[in-house]
């Protein structure tokens, strides 16, 4: 006998049409996996990429928790995941559709069996190791940020390349760091030691391998993010679920504006942002400035536009993916400029980086200026790495890390000496506009950093732009 | 549910139904003429030096398209005619074009250089109106569109490979501008077909938006190039290395499907280089067979080069000479100025050198003309 309010029939719909959509979702997010992953050089990479990250999120699920002894459901799930990739495997074999779902030819049934095994044997590894838990989270985290730097610096990922390219019995003298195109794999990482974070601190909902999976490789998601954190996503996967045009419509429009973005305005201002091969031939001064603005611009668009998709789609299911972007062009500081830019990965550097970097500095009876400029530099300097790891988003951190510095000192001086009285109201406008331009030109300026491979071929526009030499 | 249900179908209806109207009426109303001649070039961005054409679009900034609004309203020649400007037009293939060649060394650029002038004192200005296709028909129908500009003379540069009447509609710049072609033919009683089939005539379902979204989208990307045009001066993208023009040849004597020992004049579109000089009307035409790779590889007593074998060439000279004898037009034979050497990746395609002095011998010319 239980004294549970029985459902009325409306919701019972609602959760048994999430219970579907839920499984749709999983299904079709483990597809995307490999649907979305871009061909390689490296024989049969663009499976085992794809099969690397779903074996990958399987083992971190096992190490952020997971459940034991392991649920019916679960078990259906990871038989689930096993049998698409045994499916995809299988298509090897039909000649007509080898390539259908990855872009080469995938490997033999045995090899993936074998792997199968392997990843079903580490995830057991991952739930029973020995040692107490915060341990196997913190050698997991450091696991993602080894990988991720493999993936983000060049001379190691032409390495991983060359190694790979032995073991397939490919050239090896033709290696190269473009070889080893994992799609997503940089937002991938962050969900995952976001997920490890939060379970170690306590505030990772139990999630099932199924709603783990989802969130993790969410296919709208699963090329340019957003971040999402797996509390907020769980929310949307357990709450009841029933298609109304209010959503539907709504997914409509962000797509549509998402599209727009992407395909005319970004892909247009493609064709004449600055790159590696028009930085040479620019004529110095305005032209210059003109490519440096359509550079920034179509990365705004383009991001921004992908994103509105994905947002746009996810609104289909009934899932409220995290804003992105909100005008961050139109911001009167490069404070505002960075809480409105990227806000899923500066919400999560901040989470997991800043806030607890502040939080020791403070310990340490640190001067609050020290810590400030601690903090920003290293914070600007992870999301620049993040990006790769090169000089020039070395500095492209390191700018906008002092900018940032700068401009939380700049503020605290006139707060103190340059209030503008609320009856000028004129003058507050004029100095917003001040402020907006002198952000953007700023950022823009930036852009000449991330936009181009060397320093000196950066140096050249700088010279370009600024007339100089 | 349902209500839901019949208000997508609703709204889905009403969308489609905007869709077809509007295809409708952009269908019916056929605005990509007028279209071509709004343009960003000379207003915003400097007009081109030379007419858009390229395959590499991504490298040259450049692009082919069939509307001769568009191509036109981009070059410099649109802007308004200087009062001290004597204005020479040059038309032809892509030699005169300047394939492999920067501005400065096309032979518009090497002509302008020099910094002539008429014998009223207005500055020499010549616009290159070449373009990369070797066909008569081509180069009257650049004319006839060209004459708008106010031209004070027209230098022709022709080879023999313009001339075959039997290729004369086979490329898409004129089979994609019937209209115009078609009036070239019935004005000037050319021996082409106007009911060409290769001919493009858009139904009204290709008039649409949807249909039209090719010319649509050039146009665009026409313009949107303008900047980096502007922002580089780079049209075309020239590699460091290309295969140089072949110079051992096949011991080949046909020229397309003509054979020795005569060449047939019928088989030359001679009407078409009339239809082009009555284009000119009362502006002096300079025509110019340019120059050709003499080889001295292997089988070079055969054959000239890839496009020409011996006897045809040297009939064609014989035939082209008296043609514009009997015409009463000034004619410049330079078939031989630029030395083997001096050619590219084509039989008719020369270095900055090679341009050079082939515009020596044209300035020469044009000079003795104003005498």
Redesign the interface.
């Known amino acids: 006998m239980t004294n549970e309010i029985p459902l009325s029939t409306p919701r019972r719909l609602a959760l048994s049409q999430a219970h579907l959509r839920n499984s749709a979702l999983f299904i079709v997010s483990v597809l995307a996996v490999f649907l979305v992953q871009p061909a390689t050089p490296i024989r049969q990479l663009d499976f085992w990429l794809p099969f690397a990250t779903l074996g990958i999120t399987l083992i971190v699920w096992a190490g952020a928790g997971g459940e034991w002894p392991l649920k019916r459901g679960t078990l259906a799930d990871a038989a689930v995941i096993a049998g698409i990739v045994l499916m995809i495997a299988a298509l090897r074999y039909i000649d007509p559709l080898s390539a259908i779902i990855t872009r080469s030819r995938p490997p033999d049934i045995l090899t993936v069996s074998l792997a199968l095994g392997v990843v079903a044997a580490l995830a057991l590894a991952s739930l029973h190791s020995i040692g107490p838990k915060p341990a196997r989270t913190v050698i997991l985290v450091v696991l993602l940020i080894a990988l991720l730097v493999i993936l983000k610096w060049e001379p190691l990922t032409r390495n991983l390349s060359a190694g790979l390219r032995a073991l397939q019995s490919q050239s090896v003298a033709s290696a190269s760091a473009f070889d080893i195109r994992w799609l997503g794999f940089s937002y991938i990482a962050f969900r995952l030691i976001g997920s490890l974070r939060d379970r170690a601190a306590g505030k990772l909902p139990a999630m099932t391998l199924r709603e783990f999976i989802t969130f993790v490789v969410f296919f709208p998601a699963l090329i340019s993010g957003p971040i999402d954190r797996a509390d907020r996503f769980v929310k949307d996967l357990r709450a009841p679920f029933a298609?109304?045009?209010a959503d539907?419509t709504e997914g409509a429009r962000r797509i549509a504006i998402g599209a727009f973005k992407k395909f005319v305005l970004a892909d247009?201002l493609a064709?004449?942002a600055l790159n590696e091969?028009?930085a040479r031939?620019?004529?110095p001064g305005g032209?210059?400035w003109?490519?440096l603005y359509?550079f920034t611009l179509r990365i705004f668009f383009d991001f921004a536009g992908y994103t509105d998709i994905a947002l746009g789609v996810a609104r289909f299911f009934g899932i409220k993916l995290p804003e992105n972007f909100r005008n961050p062009y139109l911001k009167p500081n490069l404070t505002q400029f960075w809480n409105s830019w990227h806000i899923s990965l500066t919400q999560w550097i901040r989470a997991y980086y800043f806030n607890p970097l502040t939080r020791a500095l403070r310990q340490r009876n640190v001067s609050m200026v020290a810590i400030i400029f601690v903090s920003q530099i290293t914070t600007m300097l992870v999301i620049g790495l993040w990006h790769g790891i090169t000089p020039n988003f070395v500095i492209w951190g390191l700018w906008h890390g002092v900018g940032l510095f700068v401009h939380n000192r700049w503020s605290d001086f006139v707060k103190s000496r340059l209030a503008i009285p609320p009856e000028r109201a004129n003058l507050q406008r004029a100095m917003n506009i001040a402020g907006i331009v002198i952000t953007f030109n700023f950022v823009a300026l930036g852009w000449v950093w991330f936009a181009l491979p060397t320093t000196t071929l950066a140096l050249t526009v700088f010279q370009k732009l600024f007339g100089i030499g | 549910?349902i209500r839901?249900r019949r208000?997508?179908i609703g709204m889905l209806l009403r969308v489609a139904g905007l869709f077809v109207a509007l295809n409708a009426a952009f269908a019916l109303v056929n605005p990509v003429p007028a279209l071509g001649n709004l343009s960003l070039y000379n207003v915003v961005f400097p007009g081109r030096l030379r007419l858009p054409y390229g395959d590499d679009?991504a490298?040259a900034y450049n692009l082919s398209l069939f509307d001769l609004n568009a191509m036109f309203a981009s070059h410099a020649v649109a802007w308004a005619k200087p009062a001290d400007e004597y204005r020479v037009l040059l038309i032809g293939d892509s030699s005169t074009w300047g394939w492999f060649l920067d501005n400065e060394d096309t032979l518009a650029g090497r002509l302008n250089a020099k910094q002539m002038r008429a014998p009223d004192g207005r500055k020499l200005r010549v616009y290159n109106l070449g373009y990369p296709i070797m066909s008569l028909m081509k180069d009257a129908l650049m004319l006839d569109h060209a004459m708008q500009y106010q031209p004070d003379m027209i230098v022709w540069p022709v080879t023999l490979e313009s001339f075959p009447s039997a290729k004369q509609l086979s490329h898409p710049i004129v089979q994609n501008n019937a209209p115009a072609i078609r009036s070239l033919i019935a004005r000037y009683s050319l021996r082409a077909d106007p009911n060409d089939p290769t001919f493009v005539d858009p139904t009204l379902l290709q008039r649409t938006i949807a249909g039209q979204r090719r010319a649509l989208a050039d146009w665009?990307?026409l313009q949107?190039?303008g900047?980096?045009w502007?922002?580089?001066?780079?049209d075309q993208y020239i590699p460091e290395e290309y295969e140089p023009a072949q110079r051992d040849l096949e011991a080949d004597e046909h020229f397309h499907a003509m054979k020795p020992p005569a060449l047939n004049e019928g088989d030359l579109a001679f009407d078409v280089l009339d239809a082009g000089l009555a284009i000119a009307g009362d502006v002096p035409v300079l025509v110019v067979n340019e120059p050709i790779l003499i080889s001295a590889g292997q089988n070079s007593d055969v054959r000239y080069n890839f496009f020409y074998p011996r006897w045809a060439y040297d009939q064609y000279r014989r035939m082209l000479t008296d043609h514009m004898a009997q015409s009463g037009r000034p004619f410049l034979d330079v078939w031989d100025v630029v030395p083997e050497r001096e050619f590219t990746n084509s039989a008719v395609h020369v270095t900055p050198k090679g341009s050079a002095m082939l515009a020596d011998s044209i300035a020469l010319e044009i000079q003795r003309m104003f005498q």
Do not use: E
């Not at chain 2, 502007?230 to 780079?234: D, I, K, L, R, S």
């Open positions: 298609f109304n045009l539907a247009s064709l004449i091969v028009n031939q620019v004529f032209w210059a003109l490519l359509a | 549910m839901d208000t997508v679009p490298r665009f990307r949107v190039f900047a980096l502007g922002a580089t001066g780079v």
